[in-house]
């Protein structure tokens, strides 16, 4: 799955001129320690959960996101940037594949039709944490009756329900079915189901913002916002299409419990992201945002997986 073409975002300038427009933001934006100086007493690391991956392996240069698409480059963001955990998201009828040494969990991906014999089957496996439909790549409404034995089993098993939302990477993907708006009927009709809106329905961030903010049972994970080499991107870029959008959405959704990290990686390097993620959000909730939230939603204070 795909969902932004980096390029188009970027603006011509002078290599020269980009490099230079860029060391001034990677002085000023990230925060690096100051040279030399002692720290003050450390505040424990922040341990990452990343709501929203791709672990399908293609074990080579992913042109896309500019990351090797394989098992070990994951493993080695996963290390140097503290993530502890993951989500995996699966299309209909990948394979399951064991990624607990890496504390990845995974969704069952489902197609337009839903075989729920085989999903029953698959969630009373224990292995998957969560449902994923592909809303916009399947023509179908996120109401459409199809899904309702996905909702019933979801229910069952206490998994949440995720839903591609917001823009498409096919131009075969039809909007109208991706638009968050339309899972405000699902919210409702299924009180008992936790629901996440991937991308946050990206462009659509204030249809989003207002369904997790009225529904209890609604949240969001803010991947892809822009993909590829986030070092690319001019500052003033990565500030319009993903720090101002997310920082907004936070703001009015008005509940640090209702936001999730998540990158869609190998659309892009973990680092980068995660680090203009934080510059959407105010420091006394990376917590929740970063880990907490996720660890609750996908269930990773219970034990998964059989193997
Ligand atoms: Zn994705």
């Known amino acids: 799955m795909r969902h932004r073409v980096a390029a188009s975002r970027v603006v011509s300038l002078s290599s020269t ?10 002085a000023g934006c990230v925060s690096a320690p100051a040279g030399g100086k002692a720290q003050p007493p450390s505040e424990p690391p922040l341990g990452v959960i990343d709501a929203h991956i791709h672990t399908n392996f293609g074990d080579k240069f992913f042109e896309q996101g500019q990351v090797m698409d394989s098992k070990a480059e994951l493993a080695a963001e996963m ?3 503290n993530v502890v955990g993951a989500v995996s998201m699966n299309h209909p009828g990948d394979a399951y594949a064991d990624l607990s040494d890496l504390n990845i969990g995974q969704c069952v991906g489902l197609a337009t039709t839903v075989d729920a014999q085989r999903l029953e089957a698959d ?13 916009g790549y399947e023509h179908q409404y996120a109401s459409d009756p199809n899904y309702e034995p996905a909702y019933r089993l979801a229910e069952k098993y206490k998994v949440p329900v995720v839903f591609h939302t917001g823009d498409t990477s096919n131009p075969k993907a039809k909007l109208k079915y991706a ?7 699902v919210a409702v009709d299924h009180p008992k189901v936790t629901f996440v809106l991937a991308h946050a329905g990206n462009p659509w961030i204030e249809s989003t913002a207002e369904v997790a903010y009225k529904n209890p049972n609604v949240v969001i994970d803010g991947s892809a916002f822009l993909i590829g080499k986030l070092q690319d991107y001019l500052p003033e870029t990565l500030e319009t299409y993903v720090v101002k959008p997310l920082r907004w959405i936070f703001g009015y959704v008005n509940d640090p419990t209702k936001l999730m990290f ?20 105010p420091k006394e909730h990376w917590k929740a945002v970063f880990h907490d939230n996720a660890a609750r939603v996908y269930g990773f204070d219970r034990p998964t997986a059989a193997k």
């Open 17 to 26: 001129c980009l490099l230079a427009v860029f060391a001034v933001c990677l």
């Open 79 to 81: 290390k140097k940037y």
């Open 123 to 135: 969630l009373a496996s224990g292995r998957f944490r969560c449902i994923k439909i592909y809303l």
């Open 179 to 185: 638009d968050p708006l339309t899972i405000d009927e």
């Open 262 to 281: 998540g990158t869609d990686w190998p659309e892009t390097e973990i680092g980068p992201y995660l680090e203009v993620f934080k510059r959407a959000i």
